[in-house]
């Protein structure tokens, strides 16, 4: 099998993957908005954001089949009430409480004990430490933290051992400590932590040794730590929208990295160690970057067997 062809194979398998841990839609049934007066067959998914409900409707805790439950927006919800009201929905495993103002969660979150997916977004005053206590660990496979303010993880993030996927978009990340913890969660293989400001990164996210997927797009970073080499298993980065002026050179020794995503930076320039180093890289986005026309058709030579390379501007 060709190399060209054993990689396009390996995207293929890529994009399945990618399909299938979409958060929020596991269950491809009609998602309602309110509960229907009629007698309906079994609801499964449920959206009550931003309705400014100051309380659940009286039959929500009818809905035995139900699998999310969406609450988002309606800070006027006090959530020790609602977990009362919805305690017997044994079967809930997505469960959605962004915007809602909260500093805290009830303890009786732990009741959802077949909770798969949990997203508290935007709820800058949330004490984390205390919500990782609380939630129930066992089969949380994805945590939505997006837009917490958060500086730094507290230590005991690394309980949250079946962790498979975690949000930290819209923070303030930079902490190196916080990346140490990261790497003790065994089951990660996806990270965002886009949009964080980050001007660099520390050298301890080579500690994140198992993750498959990282999302660094939208700060400001000109260059990465060579840590990085020791991502073994790193298959697509998207560092699109930052300050990068060059391909960087760690991509060169990251044994699994296949995929880059390097749009809208400002490289000009394609470093010599690509024409000659043994590498798995296989498909480069580099679209919307001032890449001169000489450097370009270097690069297109350079890149000749990948299976994916763009360098479109708009």
């Known amino acids: 099998m060709s190399r060209t062809l054993l990689y396009y194979l390996r995207l293929v398998i890529l994009i399945c993957i990618l399909t299938n841990c979409t958060t929020y839609i596991n269950f491809y049934s009609p998602t309602y908005t309110s509960i229907p007066n009629t007698k309906t067959s079994a609801i499964y998914r449920l959206d009550l954001s931003y309705q400014n409900f100051d309380s659940l409707p009286f039959n929500v805790s009818e809905l035995q089949h139900?699998?999310?439950?969406?609450?988002?927006?309606?800070?006027?919800?006090?959530?020790?009430?609602?977990f009362c009201q919805i305690e017997s929905l044994?079967?809930?495993?997505?469960?959605?409480?962004?915007?809602?103002?909260?500093?805290?969660?009830?303890?009786s979150i732990y009741q959802f004990s077949n909770l798969k997916q949990l997203s508290i977004a935007y709820n800058p005053d949330l004490d984390l430490k205390e919500v990782i206590e609380l939630i129930p660990k066992n089969r949380l496979e994805f945590l939505n933290l997006q837009g917490n303010a958060i500086k730094n993880l507290p230590d005991n993030i690394i309980k949250l051992?079946?962790?498979?996927?975690l949000n930290l978009s819209h923070n303030l990340l930079a902490d190196a400590h916080s990346y140490i913890l990261l790497g003790q969660l065994p089951k990660l293989y996806s990270l965002w932590i886009d949009n964080n400001h980050l001007e660099k990164l520390p050298e301890t996210i080579g500690n994140l040794a198992q993750i498959r997927f990282l999302y660094i797009d939208h700060n400001t970073l000109?260059?990465?730590p060579n840590s990085m080499s020791k991502m073994r298993k790193l298959w697509v980065i998207h560092a699109g929208y930052n300050q990068f002026k060059q391909l960087p050179v760690v991509f060169t020794k990251m044994p699994s990295l296949f995929m880059a995503h390097m749009n809208n930076n400002d490289i000009t320039s394609i470093p010599q160690v690509y024409e000659f180093a043994k590498y798995p890289l296989a498909g480069l986005i580099l679209d919307n970057n001032p890449i001169p026309e000489k450097e370009r058709v270097k690069a297109e030579k350079m890149f000749k067997g990948f299976f994916l390379l763009s360098f479109e501007q708009k």
């Open 222 to 224: 000109q260059k990465l």
């Open 90 to 107: 044994k079967g809930l495993e997505i469960l959605i409480l962004d915007s809602l103002g909260i500093s805290s969660i009830p303890k």
């Open 66 to 82: 139900l699998k999310m439950l969406d609450l988002s927006g309606n800070p006027n919800l006090e959530l020790a009430q609602v």
């Open 161 to 165: 051992e079946s962790l498979k996927e």
